[in-house]
């Protein structure tokens, strides 16, 4: 079980998100791409629903984004999420292309908590910009995960 | 998906229609907790929805359920004592299976696998531990791409699409309300609901607690011990049992493109999820469509469930769902669609939606404590934001 020392649920990394976490470890925002047609999909997986070709790589793209949806959690929550609640979770979507989105936090700082931003404040359709978190598992596990950030430098710069 | 087929095209579109009736029905108490075990539960509901019907329990050879179930096939069998029995089938996907283990049934009947089939769901919601606590079995696909944000409950989940649901077609908390409150006075005539004795204004819903903002405590369903069961054989045979017979007149269930289970962000148009693909097969297999149906039971796990299925099963266009919910739409009697006549998930219990199947039986054979006048078909849907199934039922 993938839990951070301290309680906060970590990615299981697996053959489908390898590359991905890779990329997160390396600070570069990585989408999976077929091999064969181009076609950028996420959640990542095996075979390209488009055109059935199982080639397959990893393309970094900008890590700008915008706001698609958020919520804000209130307990009962786990114990480490309760601690810090209420918190937004963001869905984000990418800007090469709308349709690939991703579950996140959004901060104001780089390093900031997930609850530092105040939610009233945050609107769908706003710029977002990948920065990544480090992390590490109750195994010593070492991960990085993707926050967003209300004004972004450029993707692994 | 830009071009869906036409699934009325199909040389075999419709074979089901009427061949199978549902003849029994049986539910146990509802309860915050209930002494009985799920299997003890799930016995009763099956013996009784037998006794419903006439049939007895040697006759039952085909069992339909959820994979959530916990009560084996052979537990039943061994329990209720089934004769032989020769079709058995469960249906993943939580509250989505509902109308599917229904439907699953009356396809092993009419294609002759089986002759009386019972469809079930026990669960101790009420009493049992949240699934989402479990942090071991969160974290696959689709988990790891969510659970690590803090997005941990199914009312997250549901809530994100509900937040771009507002932004997109200009809906309002006053909206979920007026479903919320719609069920619950739906409740409040039933006396077997949990929330029977519970009256709720509009007041109470905007005072309530936060859960995952844009969604409050009422915008949840309840945590119920339960049991239900129903019994499904030939239309033939219905006519000589004792309950007048409640036809299957269609069944679908839905998996759309790219679609994730609870987390439908990743496809081209979250806001058409399963509910979309499920009615187009339903109404090509039906004789009548949306604007035919009297009645209907919408699962509701969370309010705005409702709104989505409402346009995803044709009742109203895309986005218009929020309006049509004003001015007493959807509430017995008088409501142009009344949904979810006894209480529904919000407010009768929660038993991953098998109640509603059992209310629209009811409301087909006249004896809905909630009845509409001369209604004569009933649309039950299962789980929206997950694959899902739908019955058409018709007197």
């Known amino acids: 079980m993938a839990l951070s020392a301290d309680g906060w649920m970590l990615p299981v990394v697996d053959e489908d998100g390898e590359g991905f976490w890779e990329g997160t470890l390396a600070g570069e925002l990585r989408m999976q791409a077929c091999g064969s047609c181009g076609a950028m999909r996420f959640p990542p997986r095996p075979m390209c629903p488009r055109c059935q070709s199982t080639e397959r790589l990893w393309q970094r793209v900008s890590g700008q984004a915008t706001l698609w949806s958020f919520v804000v959690a209130h307990p009962p929550l786990l114990p480490a999420y309760a601690a810090i609640a209420p918190y937004p979770v963001v869905v984000v979507s990418l800007v090469e292309d709308p349709r690939l989105r991703l579950v996140g936090n959004v901060l104001d700082t780089p390093d900031g908590p997930i609850n530092q931003v105040d939610p009233a404040t945050l609107r769908i359709g706003e710029p977002l910009g990948v920065v990544f978190a480090p992390m590490v598992g109750q195994d010593g596990t070492e991960i990085a995960v993707p926050r967003w950030l209300r004004s972004s430098p450029v993707n692994g710069s | ?395």
């Open chain 2, 1 to 395: 998906m830009s071009n869906p087929k036409d699934p009325g095209a199909s040389s075999r579109a419709g074979l089901l229609r009427d061949a199978t009736a549902i003849v029994g029905i049986a539910a146990t108490p509802f309860a915050k907790h209930l002494e009985p075990t799920e299997a003890e539960l799930a016995c009763q509901a099956i013996v009784d929805a037998c006794a419903d019907a006439g049939v007895h329990p040697s006759e039952i050879d085909a069992l339909c359920s959820y994979t959530m179930e916990e009560t084996e096939e052979i537990e039943i069998a061994r329990n209720v004592g089934c004769g032989e029995v020769t079709f058995f089938s469960r249906i993943g996907y939580g509250g989505g299976a509902g109308c599917g283990t229904v439907g699953h049934a009356a396809m092993a009947v009419a294609t002759g696998q089986a002759e009386v089939a019972v469809a079930w769901r026990s669960r101790k919601r009420g009493s049992g531990p949240r699934p989402w606590t479990n942090t071991s079995s969160q974290l696959r696909v689709p988990g790891q791409w969510t659970r690590p944000f803090g997005l941990l409950r199914p009312v997250d989940e549901i809530a994100m699409l509900t937040r771009r649901y507002m932004h997109e077609y200009g809906a309002t908390r006053d909206h979920l309300a007026n479903i919320a409150i719609a069920v619950r006075k739906h409740a409040n005539r039933n006396p077997a609901a949990i929330m029977h004795d519970r009256p709720m204004s509009r007041e109470d819903y905007m005072d309530a607690r936060w859960v995952s903002e844009p969604l409050c405590l009422f915008d949840n369903c309840l945590e119920t011990d339960g049991a239900l069961a129903c019994v499904v054989v030939s239309a033939e045979r219905a006519r000589d049992l004792r309950q007048p017979p409640v036809y299957i007149h269609a069944f679908a269930q839905g998996l759309p493109p790219e679609h994730q289970t609870m987390v439908n962000y990743f496809c081209d148009d979250p806001l058409t999820g399963p509910a979309w693909a499920c009615a187009r097969r339903l109404w090509a297999n039906a004789d009548f469509g949306p604007q035919d149906v009297d009645v209907a039971q919408i699962y509701d796990a969370f309010t705005p469930l409702i709104l989505l299925s409402l346009e995803g099963y044709g009742f109203v266009e895309r986005g218009e769902a929020p309006s049509f919910s004003d001015g007493g739409n959807l509430e017995w009697p008088g409501g142009a669609l009344p949904v979810n006549t006894s209480g529904g998930g919000l407010s009768e219990a929660y038993i991953h939606g098998f109640n509603l199947i059992a209310e629209g039986v009811r409301q087909m054979r006249g004896t809905s404590t909630s009845q509409v006048d001369g209604a004569e078909t009933c649309l039950v849907t299962s789980g929206e934001g997950v694959p899902t199934s739908a019955l058409l039922l018709r007197r």
